[in-house]
């Protein structure tokens, strides 16, 4: 069982930055894959980034590439999604997920709560 607890969301204005974090509970953090989903009112949850659990395999969805970094701390269970170059488009509830290498990217075995993020325009 892994618990996610996501934070960092917040207000920003268009081409600004945001970090969200994700902690991970559990020895066993190392062992999965993560990934970041959003979901804006009224659209599909969609997969932003992800990442292996080795680190070395990264995902990022068209919309975010050049503009996000995705990564991971196993000695804090910690991931991180780094946005940059905001635009209103990105405002949505993100939400970090986990699961076992062979489903990655698409990694949903546990959800966390999700952090809202909001830019304005």
């Known amino acids: 069982q892994v618990q996610l607890v996501e934070s960092g969301g917040g207000l920003v204005e268009a081409g600004g930055s945001l970090r969200v974090s994700c902690a991970a509970s559990?020895?066993?953090?190392?062992?999965?894959?993560m990934g970041w989903f959003r979901q804006a009112p009224g659209k599909e949850r969609e997969l932003v980034a992800a990442?292996?659990?080795?680190?070395?395999?990264?995902y990022y969805v068209d919309s975010v590439k050049g503009r996000a970094t995705i990564s991971r701390d196993n000695g804090k269970n910690t991931v991180y999604l780094q946005m940059n170059s905001l635009k209103p488009e990105d405002t949505a509830v993100y939400y970090c997920?986990?699961?076992?290498?062979?489903?990655?990217?698409?990694?949903?075995?546990?959800w966390g709560r999700g952090t809202q993020v909001t830019v304005s325009s």
């Open positions: 997920a986990a699961g076992p290498d062979t489903t990655y990217p698409r990694v949903n075995q546990f």
């Open positions: 559990g020895r066993t953090f190392r062992s999965y894959a």
């Open positions: 990442i292996s659990s080795s680190g070395y395999i990264i």
